[in-house]
């Protein structure tokens, strides 16, 4: 795959890739105590993308997200989106729990989350891997200034009760949740 990149998109990488690895700092930093010792946030590595290959055909995986995708997986995002949202949680630094992936809105003012995964099946962080995105998220946030988060295109209704539950509102003809940051 080859991309030629502008100045002004090497640029933009270069101050995004200081942001993420901020937001990164900053949500290890602020993890509660319990949870310092094993669980670490990252940014999407190579690492990451082989091991979420062994989600593919999981029992209990809610949906089939091809992270690998060249037109609409992270490689498009690394590529084509310098100011993305970026998110890998590990456990003990070896077994990788979630993913998410996303990106301001055009204006800025909001952050949209196209992608979020939890490992299926075994995962040491089931139940509690929502809660950690969302921290880091905030924090993407905030060093963006943007004053919403989206959660774009839950995959069903029970996704879309969930995140209601957790203070998001549902916007049908958007087809997203969204939460007004304070």
């Given amino acids: 795959m080859s991309y030629s990149r502008s100045r ?13 690895r901020e937001v990164i700092e900053d949500a290890n930093a602020i993890l509660p105590v319990q949870l310092k010792s094993v669980v670490s946030y ?8 082989i091991e979420q290959r062994s989600w593919h055909n999981t029992f209990g995986r809610r949906v089939e997200w091809d992270w690998e995708r060249d037109d609409y997986g992270y490689y498009h995002f690394l590529y084509q989106e310098p100011k993305r949202f970026e998110l890998a949680i590990w456990w003990r630094e070896m077994k990788l729990c979630a993913l998410s992936l996303g990106q301001p809105t055009w204006s800025g003012s909001r952050l949209r989350l196209d992608f979020i995964e939890s490992a299926p099946g075994d995962n040491p962080l089931k139940g509690s891997t929502f809660n950690l995105i969302e921290i880091a998220a905030r924090i993407y946030a905030k060093h963006i200034d943007a004053h919403e988060i989206r959660l774009m295109k839950p995959v069903n209704a029970n996704v879309i009760d969930f995140y209601c539950s957790k ?3 549902y916007n049908s003809r958007g087809n997203f949740c969204f939460k007004v940051l304070r």
Avoid at 9 to 18: F, G, L, P, R, V
Avoid at 42 to 49: D, E, F, M, P
Wanted: hydrophobic fraction near 30%; avoid cysteine.
């Fill in 167 to 169: 203070g998001y509102e």
């Fill in 42 to 49: 990252s940014l999407i590595t190579q690492k990451a993308i």
């Fill in 8 to 20: 002004t998109h090497i640029a933009t990488e270069t101050k995004y890739s200081e942001i993420r």
